[in-house]
């Protein structure tokens, strides 16, 4: 694309129009400024609202995928590839799934998470080539993230998953992007303007953040990792997730904290046997065999007691 192309396509993208309430940034106060900052930022889950329909249709996607041993693929450049590293590195600790479930790819690879490689993101066949390296399949999903909705290098990912047969997913916060038009389902928040023109890493980015927390949270929970709404496949890694996993067995079963620690030790630091121990005074090789037959669903396993 010619610089010419590439400012005439800018020109049509509302993330790169100037922002009329912001017209005197230079000149506000520190309190004005930020006040500013908030109303804009107010506006975000208004235009999230909207995609809930197209969220939710990802979800029951993903957690299909994950019930066949799927993976959750991010693919996104600069900010919104940061955004997808972030979330997929916060599953493992939060929901106990393997690392390998959730995955974030980003232009330009490591290095990019920390220091700005724009170039990266020109390239449709390094999207392709990162997504070969992972051995993409059938059962995977990709989700491809750009605010403005054009960035080659995840073209480049969406065209080879489609050919592959995973299912294609698009983040953007412009309409009729070019991404949308590589996935099978399109998400796309109208943030509208950002306070300072073109910077996307603040409305957009907030959006993408919000919409890949329901994503990954929401897909969780449907394969049974939460009971009610509580972390219930936490690992209990360092003093304060076995401090939290304490908690949780206090607060799902109404013990006593010498009870839930004493729960844990039996169960292996496992919460959810520690839990049906709790409640229900089955062995934990009973309690092992109960949630396994219910495929992890701890408040099913409950239930048949």
Not at 96 to 116: N, Q, T, Y
Not at 190 to 200: C, K, Q
Not at 229 to 250: C, F, H, P, T, W
Not at 300 to 305: D, G, H, P, S, V
């Amino acid at each position: 694309m010619s610089s010419q192309d590439l400012l005439n396509h800018l020109d049509r993208l509302v993330s790169e129009e100037r922002n009329s309430e912001t017209m005197d940034l230079d000149k506000l106060s520190a309190l004005e400024l930020v006040s500013k900052i908030n109303q804009q930022d107010k506006l975000v889950p208004l235009a999230i609202e909207n995609e809930l329909p197209n969220i939710a249709k990802a979800v029951d996607h993903i957690s299909s995928s994950f019930r066949k041993g799927g993976r959750l693929i991010y693919v996104g450049a600069g900010t919104s590839g940061r955004l997808g590293v972030l979330d997929a590195s916060e599953c493992p600790p939060t929901f106990g799934v393997d690392e390998s479930m959730v995955i974030g790819l980003i232009a330009g690879g490591h290095e990019a998470m920390f220091r700005s490689r724009e170039s990266a993101e020109d390239s449709a066949l390094q999207g392709q080539q990162d997504l070969i390296e992972q051995n993409l399949n059938v059962t995977d999903v990709v989700l491809g993230i750009a605010a403005s909705g054009r960035t080659p290098y995840v073209i480049g990912a969406l065209e080879y998953a489609n050919t592959v047969g995973a299912l294609t997913i698009s983040l953007a916060c412009n309409s009729n992007s070019a991404i949308a038009e590589h996935a099978r389902i399109a998400i796309t928040p109208i943030v509208g303007p950002e306070v300072l023109t073109g910077s996307t890493r603040m409305k957009a980015g907030t959006a993408q953040k919000l919409v890949l927390n329901m994503l990954t949270t929401a897909s969780m929970v449907r394969i049974g990792k939460s009971y009610q709404n509580l972390m219930v496949d936490v690992q209990a890694s360092n003093e304060k997730l076995v401090a939290r996993a304490i908690r949780i067995v206090m607060q799902a079963t109404e013990c006593s904290e010498s009870n839930a620690s004493e729960a844990l030790r039996k169960s292996q630091n496992n919460v959810k046997i520690a839990i049906l121990m709790q409640l229900t005074g089955a062995t934990f090789e009973a309690a092992s065999a109960q949630l396994e037959s219910t495929s992890g669903f701890l408040r099913a396993a409950i239930e048949k007691q």
